[in-house]
T-cell receptor, first 115, second 111 residues
């Protein structure tokens, strides 16, 4: 149980285009999902916290107009990287929080390469 | 911002050795602490989760301890194997919030 999926697992796009990444909790409902970013040889850094039905909360330094987050249901959150640039190339990982034990389950990640 | 520090940054050991990875955090008011494994280019695998009220957790050859008052945790790996080679991440959470990750310890176990 407690499986989180991400789609796509990798994507290559041209500079200036937009890319959407999906994060799904497959067998549980997640009121809160988190989006992290990991640059090469760096640790995971929180980008934003996404609560179902409300606007995402972004960490300092993360542009909310560039990284659009939608959490329309209890099992799906999406991250759209708008007007992507090469510096946005990174590994994006989502997690879904399970209340009660207050633990998080991580997706397998999406590797984005912007040419 | 809460800081999580992992020492050493990298470690190379011969197969069969027992080893200890260290994690420290600045704010001791944590809700829980997790150790993860990350293989190159891959996502995270949760190894052990220690709630703030617990002192340690064990799974197979892995044992993680938590000393909340001193802001420290250790991950002990017994009888290391080449398949243990990976980056090990320590992360703390403060109830309801996202995890704060350390930069990880890159482990190489040589045959």
């Amino acid at each position: 149980g407690a499986v989180v999926s991400q789609h796509p697992s990798w994507v290559i796009c041209k500079s200036g285009t937009s890319v959407k990444i999906e994060c799904r909790s497959l067998d549980f409902q997640a009121t809160t999902m988190f989006w992290y970013r990991q640059f090469p040889k760096q640790s995971l850094m929180l980008m934003a916290t996404s609560n179902e039905g409300s606007k995402a909360t972004y960490e300092q330094g993360v542009e909310k107009d560039k990284f659009l987050i939608n959490h329309a249901s209890l099992t799906l959150s999406t991250l759209t990287v708008t007007s992507a640039h090469p510096e946005d190339s990174s590994f994006y990982i989502c997690s879904a929080r399970v209340q009660g034990p207050d633990t998080q389950y991580f997706g397998p990640g999406t590797r984005l390469t912007v040419l | 911002k809460q800081e999580v520090t992992q020492i050493p940054a990298a470690l190379s050991v011969p197969e069969g050795e027992n080893l200890v990875l260290n994690c420290s955090f600045t704010d001791s008011a944590i809700y829980n602490l997790q150790w993860f494994r990350q293989d190159p280019g891959k996502g995270l695998t949760s190894l052990l989760l220690i709630q703030s009220s617990q002192r340690e957790q064990t799974s197979g050859r892995l044992n993680a301890s938590l000393d909340k008052s001193s802001g420290r945790s250790t991950l002990y790996i017994a009888a290391s194997q080449p398949g243990d080679s990976a980056t090990y991440l320590c992360a703390v959470t403060y109830s309801g919030y996202a995890l704060n990750f350390g930069k990880g310890t890159s482990l190489l176990v040589t045959p």
